[in-house]
């Protein structure tokens, strides 16, 4: 089963959730793995301490121009639908922080001047945490091809009993990449019109995805109760509430999970997987 953990916005509290669920049910003696998808700002590993055991770097394919064959025509620029590679007076310049990795220059060059060369991009980082096994990306500083270090975090899950992601927040080709092909998506939102505003967005996505989800309300007593009608109005189920708690807050604050400090949550978060599992089977 693979659950993926996203959100309309950042700061609801997605990775307070995938953290908890994964050591819950890694505690009850299941198979678990949690792969951190966030790979802009990764964070699960701040509360799963994990042990790091393996790195592996990930590149994605970039164009290298070879003056000796190119002949200036200028094609690959007008291939290039991100101005990646341009043609000025007869010279080719690439700009690989722009490069999609489509290899549409490649193919169109009539001189066969253009190869590809790896570009480093970030890392995967794989290990083990209370239990379970921790896969995340880092993405380099500066980069903004996201999806591909996402895909390649996504290629590191084993097939284990239950596989928990942590999607990037929002509603673009990063979180698309993260919960694609997943068994079932939590929603998490809160209750603000911030909240409700970019709750709306991602359940159009997941609608358009047309994957099985529902919503989890973070601080589910604070604020005003506008998720709570909208959910009822699209009959959306809402299948975890988490009180604004001050424990959690403190525990969240030093990089402590709320079922080590608070364990009479653990039947929550129990209760969410199963319930989980119960929308899947029927």
Do not use: W
Not at 113 to 137: M, N, W, Y
Request: proline share 6%; net charge negative.
């Amino acid at each position: 089963m693979k659950i993926a953990i996203a959100s309309g916005k950042g700061g609801t509290g997605k990775t307070t959730i995938a953290t908890n669920l994964a050591a819950v049910l890694s505690n009850d003696g299941r198979a678990v793995e949690l792969l951190d998808c966030d790979v802009e700002e990764p964070n699960c590993h701040i509360f799963v301490k994990p042990e790091i055991e393996s790195s592996e770097k990930v590149t994605v394919p970039v164009p290298k121009v070879d003056e000796n064959k190119c002949t200036g025509c200028g094609i690959c620029g007008e291939v290039c639908q991100y101005s990646a590679i341009v043609c000025l007076k007869g010279k080719v310049l690439v700009f690989p922080e722009l490069c999609h990795s489509c290899g549409g220059c490649v193919l169109f060059c009539p001189e066969n001047a253009i190869t590809e060369d790896g570009r480093e991009i970030g890392v995967v980082e794989i290990g083990s945490a209370k239990g379970f096994r921790f896969a995340q990306g880092r993405l380099r500083i500066g980069e903004v091809m996201a999806p591909p270090l996402i895909g390649a975090v996504r290629q590191a899950a084993l097939e284990n009993e239950v596989t928990i992601i942590d999607a990037p927040p929002g509603t673009s080709c990063p979180v698309i990449e993260a919960v694609k092909d997943t068994d079932y998506i939590i929603l998490v939102t809160e209750p603000t019109p911030f909240g409700l505003n970019d709750l709306k967005l991602a359940v159009e996505m997941v609608r358009v995805l047309k994957i099985p989800f529902a919503v989890a309300i973070n601080r589910c007593d604070s604020g005003d109760d506008a998720v709570g009608q909208y959910c009822q109005a699209e009959e959306i189920d809402v299948i975890l509430e988490i009180p604004d708690d001050r424990r959690i807050a403190e525990a969240y604050s030093v990089g402590n999970m709320i079922v080590d400090v608070l364990p009479e949550y653990k039947k929550d978060f129990t209760g969410l997987y199963e319930s989980v599992s119960r929308r899947l089977k029927d």
